[in-house]
């Protein structure tokens, strides 16, 4: 992710004020910087991170303590759910069985803070301060992409029903996804969850969207052509194949939504996460998986939840402020910046997966 300033006569006035040796005048240029860049670092949290396309906002006011009434979410008014979230920021997520009523959720704090020498600030170098700016976001985001699919892998990992879990085993074809892999995980987890409602009025859980790697991606691309996977058995109609030639790939397989996620496949750290929480699924030693899993989620239910705390004078969610820490002597300017989040999964039957086995 880059960030960049504009340069206006403006901003390299604020820019050159910051480096000022008169201190009142650098605490005030700073602190109108930080009230700056707050918002557009929390726009660009929402937008370059891909759990933004998992979870929902729920914001609520700092200092307050949220909490999520479960009936109005699931639509029920009795009967127990698996509850997935994490008490603190790299912790590890915990499951527990809630009932359809109100439930207190664990919030964590998420922070970066960032520095550059004065002389730079009087030169009205936008591209350090532009590059100070970016570092905090990036810290910030990777820490909050982390903790937002390491509740949503654990879930997978151990998401388990009626001694079974929604993760379907691909056949033995050297790891290459089938077109049938899909069809029986969407009839799994259609069984399952009829299954575990036991007649209950939320048992349509099924799969709208699926994570895959790149090398997944270059499957999909193979389709293109016959046979697929070199299993004679399955072909596509020529107008799929050439949709997918000319597309160089496809968005959309049996209605499921295809996103590409680079740290996904059997090097990738969401993949190796996964194998940390469960080293049974994919195979392989207790630190090299033998596989790589594939996350299918259920959008169309809002069980994906991000209670975010709003700033009461802002508005925001992401705070900037001027680090004062520095001494005069050290001739050097800072910000630090921070948000108050969480990320529940509020019902393990909109998670499901495939995985693929060397």
Do not use: C
Not at 34 to 45: C, M, N, R, T
Not at 89 to 106: C, I, N, R, W
Not at 207 to 216: A, R
Not at 256 to 266: A, N, Q, R, S, W
């Amino acid at each position: 992710m880059k960030l960049k300033l504009k340069n206006t006569p403006e901003q390299v006035e604020l820019i050159k004020a910051m480096g000022s040796r008169d201190t009142t005048v650098a605490r005030e240029a700073t602190e109108a910087f930080a009230a700056f860049i707050g918002p557009v670092v929390s726009k660009v949290l929402l937008e370059a991170g891909t759990s933004g396309l998992v979870y929902s906002d729920l914001p609520y006011d700092e200092d307050d303590s949220p909490s999520i009434p479960l009936d109005l979410w699931n639509n029920e008014k009795e009967g127990y759910v698996n509850v997935w979230s994490q008490n603190v920021a790299g912790g590890l997520p915990t499951s527990s069985v809630e009932g359809f009523a109100e439930m207190k959720v664990s919030t964590y704090r998420l922070d970066s803070a960032v520095s550059f020498l004065k002389r730079y600030a009087r030169r009205g170098r936008l591209d350090v301060v532009s590059k100070a700016v970016e570092r905090m976001a990036n810290e910030v985001l990777i820490k909050q992409e982390r903790n937002a699919w390491a509740v949503l892998l654990k879930s997978l990992a151990t998401a388990l029903t009626n001694g079974q879990n929604h993760i379907h085993t691909a056949g033995s074809n050297q790891g290459t996804l089938l077109l049938s892999d899909i069809s029986n995980l969407l009839t799994k987890v259609k069984r399952l969850n009829v299954s575990y409602a036991k007649g209950s009025t939320n048992s349509s859980y099924g799969v709208t969207d699926l994570f895959v790697s790149p090398e997944v991606v270059g499957d999909i691309r193979e389709f293109s052509y016959n046979p697929i996977g070199n299993n004679a058995k399955e072909t596509l109609p020529d107008s799929a194949r050439e949709d997918i030639y000319r597309g160089a790939g496809t968005k959309e397989l049996f209605g499921i939504t295809i996103h590409e996620l680079v740290e996904l496949g059997k090097t990738g750290k969401y993949n190796t996460l996964f194998h940390s929480f469960d080293n049974t699924i994919l195979g392989g030693t207790s630190s090299a998986p033998a596989g790589e899993i594939l996350v299918g989620l259920d959008l169309s239910k809002d069980a994906f939840v991000r209670p975010v705390a709003r700033n009461s004078e802002t508005g925001g969610t992401f705070t900037a402020m001027n680090d004062d820490q520095f001494v005069a002597r050290a001739e050097k300017v800072g910000f630090y910046g921070s948000l108050e989040e969480g990320r529940v999964v509020l019902d393990g039957r909109a998670v499901a997966g495939i995985a693929l086995k060397d």
